[in-house]
């Protein structure tokens, strides 16, 4: 089993920055994917972005030049670095590890975009 526990959101305005963090219980990196999702009020939960075990990023269009998902493997943390914050940023933030066995999900963070 793989606990994984985000943090870092709250409230900003737009064109602040926000660093979200995912702490894993345990090494997972090298054998699971990462990604970030995001669920907004009356939405479906969307991929924001991905991480894979080999390092390979990728993006939604809307983020793209924005955010930037990367991984501290000694820490077991996955983060979002996200910058230029718009309110259509406003979401639930949930980080995934998965793999062809296995898919495990966080509890998700608040982050609000308003002025």
């Known amino acids: 089993q793989v606990q994984l526990v985000e943090s870092g959101g709250g409230l900003v305005q737009p064109g602040d920055s926000l660093r979200l963090s995912c702490a894993a219980s345990r090494s997972i990196f090298s054998t699971y994917n990462m990604g970030w999702y995001r669920q907004a009020p009356g939405k479906q939960r969307e991929l924001v972005a991905i991480?894979?075990?080999?390092?390979?990023?990728n993006y939604a269009d809307s983020v793209k030049g924005r955010f930037t998902i990367s991984r501290d493997n000694a820490k077991n943390t996955l983060y979002l670095q996200m910058n230029s914050l718009k309110p259509e940023d406003t979401a639930v933030y949930y980080c995934?590890?998965?793999?062809?066995?296995?898919?495990?999900w966080g509890q998700g963070t608040q982050v609000t975009v308003s002025s």
């Open positions: 995934k590890a998965s793999n062809l066995m296995f898919v495990w």
């Open positions: 991480i894979t075990t080999q390092g390979s990023t």
